[in-house]
């Protein structure tokens, strides 16, 4: 085991401290009332030995006084044990005051940190600080004031003690050295012991969430016995380190125990004698034994301090969560109407010692879809971390219609920043509840459904036992299906800036194009900020941004990017671009020319270059072609329905088209067709070979039709299984 930092651990118990005092305060009012009945208890308690020595002389010597003082005995007695527990009644109030203020408190900072701080702890080490060690925690202050007050009933004792006789008084004096060195010895065995064992209790507990979050992935790699040996392994060290904890309590208590009975023993003995030498009378004997009981409950104290100690421990793995830094907010609000421009000005992000983003400039015109693409590790999700302020930069400044986002509040920020994310968490009662989840207002349920529906949810939402009432527990979720709501709680909550983090990776590809049409048609305009890994995604965005080791290496359209045989290489596409041949309707696929500029519609709906058919037809999401197994899922575009409106490709050869006019009959047939005068283009992609012929267009709704894979057909035929793109 590692062994400790003292200066890490004198911080940490000096933070604990500050948040017990802050817990203390918190039920300052009820404690000061526990405190007041019991230092009234402890003066009851004080008084009955008094009392009933004074009342037993009163009745020894037929004293008519002693039918009164016995009522006062009874007073007393009747007093001292309603005391007792109106101080119970209250210490159990502030015990759990306490322990709920260190959970919110804990919770609060939890929530409020940047993720990749709380990230920090494991989510079993998260339940075990907040729940079994926050209530450990939570005892301290009315253990402290209990152990206080507790003092007073054998200080008193023993004042009264020596009141009564000092000779007693004396005797037991002679034992409470000792019984000092005991306590001592005690504190500083337990507490170590205690902080030990609840390191290795968190250790467990995370182990154990882990193995119940991946228990499909276990059971499915045959590993349980493994993992329960890996959750287990340290159990052996708890149990030493529990049996180490109560080795040292039991051996105080004992010791005490033994002690304490002695002392009495003694002082009985001294008082005998003294009665016997007529010092004494038998009410003082009594009086005497009574306080020297008393003397020794400084013993009982014991318990009180390893409460004290047991709490001090744990507030110190609660107090851990009250160290999270938070993420600053402002009080600034954002211009009425603005675009959603976002600006990244200087931006560096360093995780663990090494920059994940350097000195990152970037400007993203206001409604503009934006697409952040690069290898893994290149710093895509940092970069809308960072845009989206869930994360704050450690140089730069972020901006967003020209206001910084650390000067924003955060209400103002979570209206208008909205996130959708590869791997959604849902909270709510039910299905509408989780989609309507967020700050502000709730949305009124036909929002919550017209949310639904752009996000492809509202389907199987409507199948579920109670639609849209159905709890989530009894709402049985595919990886899809769980993003999709992710996404319609995003879209139903739109701000003008919406940051889509790997949001669709568990789509199909024909939803995700649904999806990315909806965005773009019936959700609240703005400016998206998609990380996409696809190459669809990529193509139908407005702008892309490609990052590289944690740099912007370059930005523009997908389609001018293609170009760069490294930025094909992030999609895993051939190193060497294909040829494109220049406008020419008779040109065969084997001419090979320059590249040439590329109109809006060839940019948004052809395919790049060389995505011929095969297994790897999804891969090349934005290709119309193929005849692999995918074909039909991945097409962008049906092929032309036009008499003539057909194209056909052999091993990459052959392009053509006949009279009339032909639609493409793909999901976007804004950005698939052509129009009017303008040229369209005629992809033919075989196996291995591309080919690309810019063909003038025939009249209004002209389209480039497009097929692959299995030779070349007449004009007007269609490619089997091409007749619509879903």
Do not use: N
Not at 160 to 185: E, K, N, Q, Y
């Amino acid at each position: 085991m590692t062994a400790p930092d003292p200066t890490r651990e004198a911080v940490a118990a000096r933070g604990a401290d500050r948040a017990l005092r802050a817990a203390a305060r918190h039920s300052g009012g009820r404690l000061a009332a526990a405190a007041g009945c019991s230092v009234a208890a402890a003066g009851a308690a004080l008084a009955e030995p008094a009392v009933l020595g004074h009342t037993l002389d009163l009745l020894l010597r037929q004293d008519p006084a002693g039918a009164r003082w016995t009522a006062w005995c009874a007073a007393v007695i009747a007093a001292e044990v309603l005391l007792d527990a109106v101080t119970a009644r209250l210490t159990g109030g502030v015990d759990a005051r306490s322990t709920a203020w260190l959970r919110r408190l804990g919770l609060g900072r939890l929530l409020r940190a940047a993720p990749h701080h709380a990230a920090r702890h494991s989510p079993g080490e998260l339940s075990a600080r907040l729940t079994a060690q926050a209530t450990t925690a939570g005892a301290v202050p009315a253990a402290v004031v209990s152990a206080a007050v507790a003092l007073l009933a054998p200080l008193g004792g023993l004042v009264a003690l020596v009141l009564v006789d000092v000779w007693t008084a004396l005797a037991f004096l002679a034992g409470l050295p000792l019984l000092a060195l005991l306590l001592r010895a005690f504190a500083r065995d337990s507490g170590a012991s205690v902080s030990r064992y609840q390191e290795v209790q968190l250790a467990l507990a995370g182990r154990l969430v882990e193995a119940l979050a991946g228990a499909r992935t276990i059971a499915a790699a045959g590993t349980a016995e493994r993992e329960q040996a890996r959750v287990l392994r340290r159990l052996p060290e708890l149990g030493a380190e529990g049996r180490r904890t109560w080795r040292i309590y039991g051996t105080t208590m004992a010791r005490t125990s033994a002690l304490m009975p002695l002392l009495l023993y003694v002082v009985l003995g001294v008082g005998g004698v003294r009665l016997a030498e007529g010092a004494l009378g038998v009410g003082g004997l009594l009086a005497a034994v009574r306080y020297a009981g008393l003397a020794a409950g400084v013993g009982a104290v014991t318990g009180r301090l390893a409460a004290v100690v047991r709490g001090r421990a744990a507030a110190r793995r609660t107090a851990a969560l009250f160290d999270l830094p938070e993420l600053p907010q402002g009080a600034r609000r954002l211009p009425e109407g603005g675009p959603g421009t976002l600006e990244l000005r200087g931006v560096r992000v360093v995780r663990a010692g090494t920059a994940v983003l350097r000195d990152v400039d970037l400007r993203i015109p206001g409604g503009t879809t934006a697409a952040v693409v690069g290898r893994s590790g290149s710093g895509k999700t940092a970069l809308a971390a960072v845009a989206g302020r869930l994360t704050a930069c450690d140089a730069g400044r972020v901006l967003l219609d020209g206001v910084p986002l650390d000067e924003l509040s955060a209400g103002e920020l979570r209206r208008e920043v909205g996130h959708a994310f590869e791997r959604p968490a849902l909270f709510g009662e039910g299905v509408a509840a989780a989609i309507a989840f967020g700050s502000g207002p709730a949305p009124a349920p036909e929002s919550v459904r017209a949310a639904a529906r752009a996000a492809g949810a509202d389907a199987f939402v409507r199948r579920l036992p109670h639609g849209y009432e159905t709890a989530l527990t009894d709402a049985p979720l595919s990886g899809g299906e769980l993003q999709r709501l992710g996404l319609a709680r995003a879209f139903c909550r739109a701000g003008r800036l919406l940051i889509l983090d790997d949001a669709t990776s568990s789509l199909d590809t024909l939803t995700a194009r649904e999806v990315e049409r909806a965005l773009t048609h019936d959700v609240r305009p703005g400016t998206r900020l998609v990380v996409a890994h696809r190459i669809s995604s990529a193509s139908r965005a407005d702008l892309v941004v490609w990052l590289d080791a944690g740099r912007v290496r370059a930005t523009g359209p997908h389609a001018e990017l293609w170009r760069d045989p490294a930025y094909r290489a992030v999609f895993g596409a051939a190193a060497e671009p294909a040829a494109r041949p220049e406008a020419d309707p008779t040109a065969t696929a084997s001419a090979a020319h320059a590249p040439i500029p590329l109109p809006r519609a060839e940019r948004y709906a052809t395919s790049p270059p060389d995505a011929g058919a095969g297994p790897d037809a999804e891969r090349y999401a934005g290709s119309d072609a193929g005849s692999g197994p995918d074909a039909e899922r991945d097409a962008a575009s049906g092929a032309g329905t036009g008499p003539g409106a057909g194209a056909g490709a052999g091993a990459g050869t052959g392009a053509g088209a006949g009279p009339g006019t032909g639609a493409g009959a793909g999901p976007e047939p804004e950005w698939d067709a052509g129009s009017g005068a303008e040229s369209v283009v005629v992809v033919a992609a075989g196996r291995g070979a591309a080919a690309a012929a810019e063909v003038p267009g025939t009249g209004p709704g002209s389209a480039g039709a497009r097929a692959g894979g299995g030779g070349g057909r007449p004009g007007g035929q269609r490619a089997p299984g091409r007749e619509t793109a879903r």
